[in-house]
């Protein structure tokens, strides 16, 4: 989602956007930058965008009031739900922090909405209406 909102991307970008303008206290799991990171390097390497926008990129997800969990705090439960589910861990680890937090994962992966359908939803699911 963050990814989404970052690098503008075309279907997502706006409702990911929307969503982290709202007033809401976020929290990931510490790898979320590198995952992060990953996405911003494919993005070049798919044209999506220019190596000259990666800075921007970085800046935009830099500056999201993000609190990071340590994911050895939550590897325990994600592994075991990532073995569950037969999902992978990187997603888990979100699915874990949510369940932990007593709150829900905002995420385009369908695959993993359909997993974990009361964790996790569209971030438009979030958005407040009117």
């Known amino acids: 989602m963050i990814a989404a909102a970052a690098l503008g991307e075309p279907e997502t970008g706006q409702e990911a956007a929307r969503l ?3 007033r809401w206290d976020f929290a990931a799991p510490s790898h979320w930058k590198a995952e992060f990171s990953n996405v911003v390097w494919n993005a070049v390497l798919l044209g999506r965008i220019a190596a000259d926008e990666i ?3 970085v800046t935009r997800a830099n500056a999201l009031p993000t ?3 340590d994911v050895s705090e939550l590897l325990r439960g994600a592994v075991t739900r990532a073995v569950a589910t037969g999902h992978a861990t990187y997603d888990t680890l979100f699915v874990e922090l949510a369940i932990r ?3 829900s994962v905002a995420s ?3 695959r993993l909405q359909r997993k974990f359908p009361s964790l996790v939803k569209c971030p438009g699911a ?3 209406r009117g």
Request: hydrophobic share 45%.
């Open 67 to 69: 609190e990071s969990v």
């Open 108 to 110: 385009f992966d369908t």
């Open 55 to 57: 800075d921007t990129a």
């Open 101 to 103: 937090l007593g709150t």
């Open 20 to 22: 982290l303008v709202e």
């Open 126 to 128: 979030f958005l407040t």
